[in-house]
Structures are given as structure tokens and as C-alpha cells.
T-cell receptor, first 116, second 112 residues
Framework: NAGVTQTPKFQVLKTGQSMTLQCAQD?????MSWYRQDPGMGLRLIHY???????DQGEVPNGYNVSRSTTEDFPLRLLSAAPSQTSVYFC???????????????FGPGTRLTVL | SQQGEEDPQALSIQEGENATMNCSYK?????LQWYRQNSGRGLVHLIL?????REKHSGRLRVTLDTSKKSSSLLITASRAADTASYFC????????????FGAGTRLTVKP
């Protein structure tokens, strides 16, 4: 199993450009999420999904869109990049634990994004 | 806002000593998890403790959970230089947002 994969690993954008960060998992997990991590800080949740066709906003959703057409893929789209979106982006997936909450999350290696 | 907050923000110890990190959270939870992050890499899951559990062990790791105080602690015994990393707690709320939230982390440095 490849686990959680993310592409690209690095990306430089100019202000106003758009792009899509790709995330895929091969563990048949229902829950997938996107986080951003800024220097010296923890992870802040951008968007998440509990299954194909279902997405919801996290703490910092503005400027980002997501879709979940399949169980495996959960792309994150930056609509119009801004310097404030310079960050490291992590995708994660987890099996749902039903009424008992979430199980462990598996993280991708991250995408380092710089917006000039 | 972030659900969990770790304390201290940074911790520096000598190899062989024990390291204790704390996590406080705001709302009732289903589970609390601890993760480790080496510099510049993705997070790795360490241990999960459910709301009806009080203590769990995994190798040199010991996690406690006090739901009445909304707090958890992670103890790493006999620390090694390789334990140098950032440690984060994550919670999923029993009610409200159907997601997982992370704290800002504790940066642990273990000196050889």
C-alpha cells in the first residue's frame, strides 16, 4: 500500500494564480482532511470529508475549495493564491470509528507552497 | 479555534531523562490522539486513547486522560536523541464539528 500520497511536493505560485493540490489514499478510508501548517504552529483544518460526495469546512476554509468524487481522492483547490497561503499543506485520511469517533489519521508527506 | 493546547511549548532534556507533555482541550471528546512530527515531515500517529479510558501504554510511551479536567499527558520514558521532534495532541469532539483538531504542539529536544 502506498498510504497517503500528495503531489506536488513543492510549488511556487504568483499572486492570483490558481492550482490544485492532489491527495490520494489506497486504504479505503472514509475520512479525509486537509491541514495547513505555518512555521512554529500546529495544524489548522481547512476542509474535511466523511465520504464520497460529502465535504465540510474546517477552521480556515476561505480561499480553498474541495471535492470528493471518489473514496480515494480529495483534491484541494486554491482559487486565487495569496501570499497568506504560503504554508505547508498536509492531507490525511482515517477510518471512521462510528459512534466512537475517529481512528488514527495517516498523513501524506506534505506540499510546500510559496506564493509570491 | 484549535481544540487542544499543548504545554509546554518547548522542552529540553538530557538523554535518559523522562519527558512529560500536557494537552488541554475545551469540549467533550470521543478520542484523543498523540502524534509526532520530525522536522519538515508529515505527522506519525503514536497512540489513541478513548474517552472511557484513563491510561494507555505503548513501549516507552504512557498516555493518561482526565476527562473531568479535559486534559491528557504524554510521558516518554528513558528518552533518546531520536525522540527529538514536535508532539501534537488531536481530539474529535463528541458534539458539534465532526472533525479532528490539533493543538500547537510541544517541541521536544533531547540532548545526547
Amino acid at each position: 500500500n502506498a498510504g497517503v500520497t500528495q503531489t506536488p511536493k513543492f510549488q511556487v505560485l504568483k499572486t492570483g494564480q490558481s492550482m490544485t493540490l492532489q491527495c490520494a489514499q489506497d486504504m479505503n478510508h472514509e475520512y479525509m482532511s486537509w491541514y495547513r501548517q505555518d512555521p512554529g504552529m500546529g495544524l489548522r483544518l481547512i476542509h474535511y470529508s466523511v465520504g464520497a460526495g460529502i465535504t465540510d469546512q474546517g477552521e480556515v476554509p476561505n480561499g480553498y475549495n474541495v471535492s470528493r468524487s471518489t473514496t480515494e481522492d480529495f483534491p484541494l483547490r486554491l482559487l486565487s493564491a495569496a501570499p497568506s497561503q504560503t504554508s505547508v499543506y498536509f492531507c490525511a485520511s482515517s477510518a471512521l470509528g462510528g459512534a466512537g469517533g475517529y481512528n488514527e489519521q495517516f498523513f501524506g508527506p506534505g506540499t510546500r507552497l510559496t506564493v509570491l | 479555534s484549535q481544540q487542544g493546547e499543548e504545554d509546554p511549548q518547548a522542552l529540553s532534556i538530557q538523554e535518559g531523562e523522562n519527558a512529560t507533555m500536557n494537552c488541554s482541550y475545551k469540549t467533550s471528546i470521543n478520542n484523543l490522539q498523540w502524534y509526532r512530527q520530525n522536522s519538515g515531515r508529515g505527522l506519525v500517529h503514536l497512540i489513541l486513547i478513548r474517552s472511557n479510558e484513563r491510561e494507555k501504554h505503548s513501549g516507552r510511551l504512557r498516555v493518561t486522560l482526565d476527562t473531568s479536567k479535559k486534559s491528557s499527558s504524554l510521558l516518554i520514558t528513558a528518552s533518546r536523541a531520536a525522540d527529538t521532534a514536535s508532539y501534537f495532541c488531536a481530539t474529535d469532539a463528541r458534539w458539534g464539528n465532526n472533525d479532528m483538531r490539533f493543538g500547537a504542539g510541544t517541541r521536544l529536544t533531547v540532548k545526547p
